[in-house]
């Protein structure tokens, strides 16, 4: 800029300005493109440090914002949409199996075969429905997975086999009433007397015993705490009875009692001499229905098969009772009383023993209601005597013993309904 254009006031053109005017160009005019400049480089010579750096080099990130954002994005999590689909998977692949295992942990660790799961499950309500939502088709096959995945220590001892002496040991004990009622009614039958007197006792006491020791072993042997202690009450007042109670009925009615009354040890002796055919049937019956547990697939099919060895296995006991109770002296009364004692047997071993007590407390109520109701109407208050009208009437027509086998036939055609729908589950049957 030389002429009349160049700068003419003082200080503001100098030599240095000449300089510079005359200086080759800054950029070399070159094809290659320039490459971005560090913050590390010295800016180019005739640039001020405070002039704003080149758009190539404003382009390149800044160290500072750099450093920042290297550990944030070490340590930032996953962003959402990533981890949702993982979450669903977990979710559709959750096992319940697994969750009910959990569940019934101590079920599954003390079992010793599918079989007592199976029972545990079907005893909490579980039905062959309820095993669908668990992915299988019944609760047998439910039962089966559980005892296959269930943590255990070490696998349990096979339980041992019966030997003989253990299976004539309850074979012996059942045969233990039959024998105490056998002895004593030859010695009714050859004392007279006061011996006579005291060998009904002494032989009363031995039945007893017999009766207590027979059933704590084999098939009629209860789960530990599953009896009611009012059942042996109850039952030793239908026993007495069976023995007593229609000759005391009788003379009752007739405005007695005056001295003693017939008493009939007959029916007590074919109950006492039954009960080891009934143990025999009673093992049958138990063997039988766990070796169906086995075959079914499914409770309904267990339930279809067992109900009629049920009903099979109990005509079989009332055949053989009612042979017995013809060689000893047959009674309906009798008859009644034996199927009555039986199912609620049944009923207890198996595990029902609330219901077995009822319908033994109820027979023993309503033989003592019917005694009581003949003597509450001779209290001299009028309208009370119409309470021995039904009684005396049933005696009329068809004696003594129309009482016991009216109270013990109901009392035991309840406990065989209920026997039918209760001994028919799977869980009647765990191992004991």
Known sequence: ???????????????????????????????????PRTPEDPPP????????PPPSAAAAPAPAPVALATPAATTAPAPPQASAPAARVRRGNADPVKMLMHRHQELCAR????LEIAAGLEAEGFTDRTAARFRHRDVFSLAEELY???????EPAPPPAPTAPRRESWVLA??????AAALTGIGLAVTHGPARLAVGATGALLLAGAVLFAVRRGPFRAPDGGTVPAAALWTLWL????????????????????????????????????????????????????????????????????????LGTVALQLIALTGLLGLTGFSSGALALGALLLFARL??????????????????????LALASVLAARVPVPG?????????????????????????GAAALGLLAHATGALVRASAHTTP
């Open 1 to 35: 800029m030389r002429g009349s254009a160049a700068p003419t006031s003082p200080g503001a053109w100098d030599a240095r300005s000449e300089a510079l005017l005359g200086a080759p160009a800054l950029t070399p005019l070159t094809s290659e493109a320039p490459g």
């Open 45 to 52: 010579p005739g640039i001020a440090p405070t002039q704003p």
């Open 111 to 114: 079992a010793v075969d599918p």
């Open 148 to 154: 296959a995945r269930a943590p255990r220590g070490g």
């Open 174 to 179: 059942a045969l233990t009433p039959g024998a």
């Open 239 to 310: 026993l007495a009875y069976a023995v007593g109670g229609d000759g005391l009925l009788t003379q009752v009615l007739s405005g007695g009692p005056d001295g003693p009354w017939d008493l009939t040890p007959g029916p007590l002796l074919g109950l006492a001499l039954a009960v080891a055919p009934t143990a025999w049937c009673a093992r049958l019956f138990a063997d039988r229905a766990r070796r169906r547990i086995a075959d079914s697939r499914g409770l309904a099919d267990f339930a279809a098969a067992t109900r009629p060895l049920l």
């Open 347 to 368: 009923l207890t071993v198996h595990g029902f023993p609330e219901t077995a007590t009822a319908a033994l407390a109820a027979a023993g109520a309503a033989e003592a």
């Open 384 to 408: 009370l005597d119409v309470l021995a009208t039904p009684v005396r009437a049933l005696v009329d027509a068809y004696g003594p013993a129309a009482v016991p086998t009216l109270v013990c």
